[in-house]
T-cell receptor
Framework: DQQVKQNSPSLSVQEGRISILNCDYT??????FLWYKKYPAEGPTFLIS?????DKNEDGRFTVFLNKSAKHLSLHIVPSQPGDSAVYFC?????????????FGKGMKLTVNP | GAGVSQSPSNKVTEKGKDVELRCDPI?????LYWYRQSLGQGLEFLIY????????KSGLPSDRFSAERTGGSVSTLTIQRTQQEDSAVYLC?????????????FGPGTRLTVL
């Protein structure tokens, strides 16, 4: 039973355009959400996070939106750059419940074409 | 400077053999996690160590899998009697723990291939 779902395995966009990566979750206890980015042969690196008390968090070109009622979050990258090409993982945790574990989605491969 | 390191980077073994994978976390990080990523799958949680507390082993897929963390630092993941389905990239992460548990720093992983 997948609690964090990234239903699209890949996305291809042109440089300069917006990339939108989607993530759905099923566990209503999740209250903290993160995006990680992974290049080949490297471990994932933390990108941006959002707490359930917010619906938006922005960091430079990266913005994460959270829709709690829909149990949906998305990562927007604008403008997209070729160096953004990587696999992006959505992750969630039940932080208020004391869990220190993250539940990850399957990842989505983003390709930004020059 | 160090980030999380893992060794070996690649391991090829024959079915039925035992393997040991090593993780050196960031100095001072109290929390250490093991994940694995099988082909086409996300990161699957295996085991979590936090300080001196008993590890959370809820993600270990079978009793062939075990892990230790010695002295609150280095960790070893052991897979006994390996099977072909154990082939995956095994990732280790560490974090400061506590309120900063979400800041998990990952190593580059060990790619395990069981023939």
């Amino acid at each position: 039973d997948q609690q964090v779902k990234q239903n699209s395995p890949s996305l291809s966009v042109q440089e300069g355009r917006i990339s939108i990566l989607n993530c759905d979750y099923t566990n209503s206890m999740f209250d903290y959400f993160l995006w990680y980015k992974k290049y080949p042969a490297e471990g994932p690196t933390f990108l941006i996070s959002i707490s359930s008390i917010k619906d938006k968090n922005e960091d430079g070109r990266f913005t994460v939106f959270l829709n709690k009622s829909a149990k949906h979050l998305s990562l927007h990258i604008v403008p997209s750059q070729p160096g953004d090409s990587a696999v992006y993982f959505c992750a969630a945790s039940d932080a208020q419940g004391g869990s220190e574990k993250l539940v990850f989605g399957k990842g989505m491969k983003l390709t930004v074409n020059p | 400077g160090a980030g999380v390191s893992q060794s070996p980077s690649n391991k090829v073994t024959e079915k039925g053999k035992d393997v040991e994978l090593r993780c050196d976390p960031i100095s001072g990080h109290t929390a250490l996690y093991w994940y694995r990523q099988s082909l086409g799958q996300g990161l699957e949680f295996l085991i979590y160590f936090q300080g001196n507390s008993a590890p959370d082993k809820s993600g270990l897929p079978s009793d062939r899998f075990s892990a230790e963390r010695t002295g609150g630092s280095v960790s070893t993941l052991t897979i006994q009697r390996t099977q072909q389905e154990d082939s995956a990239v095994y990732l280790c992460a560490s974090s400061p723990g506590g309120a900063l548990f979400n800041e998990q720093f990952f190593g580059p992983g060990t790619r395990l291939t069981v023939l």
